[in-house]
């Protein structure tokens, strides 16, 4: 596995799980998901939990010679590493905003 072909997958990762948790584009997606009840409210805006399964999702892409059940592993586990690295362990402003602006 080399840098270049690495860099194609993380990106798919992070744009999609960008867009999904603190886009305004799907803020409405997000908002609606969210009244299904505090664990999809939770799930939704968080960007670690989402990038996993955006890794699994994504696993045909990661570029892994192995077996397919350990590249699915690997690509979902990569994949919360990469948002954690990049964007930290902190709380989510989308969440925040989009929860007072509710409340007016």
Same mark, same amino acid.
């Given at each position: 596995?080399?840098?270049?072909?690495? /860099? !194609?997958?993380?990106?798919?990762?992070?744009? #999609?799980? +960008? *867009?999904? *948790? *603190?886009?305004?584009?799907?803020? %409405? $997606?997000?908002?609606?998901?969210?009244?299904?009840?505090?664990?999809?409210?939770?799930? /939704? +805006?968080? $960007?670690?939990?989402?990038?996993?399964?955006?890794?699994?999702? *994504?696993?045909?892409? +990661? !570029?892994?010679?192995? $077996?397919? +059940?350990?590249?699915?592993?690997?690509?979902?586990?990569?994949? #919360?590493? %990469? /948002?954690?690295? %990049?964007?930290? %362990?902190?709380?989510?402003?989308?969440?925040?905003?989009?929860?007072?602006?509710?409340?007016?």
């Amino acid at each position: 596995m080399t840098l270049a072909s690495w /860099i !194609p997958w993380a990106l798919l990762v992070l744009g #999609v799980t +960008y *867009t999904i *948790t *603190t886009s305004f584009v799907f803020t %409405l $997606p997000r908002v609606l998901f969210a009244r299904l009840g505090v664990v999809a409210a939770y799930f /939704i +805006y968080c $960007p670690w939990c989402v990038s996993f399964w955006v890794g699994t999702a *994504t696993w045909w892409a +990661y !570029p892994y010679a192995g $077996p397919w +059940y350990f590249g699915v592993l690997l690509s979902a586990f990569s994949a #919360v590493g %990469l /948002i954690v690295v %990049l964007k930290g %362990l902190h709380a989510e402003q989308a969440y925040e905003a989009e929860q007072t602006r509710g409340d007016d």
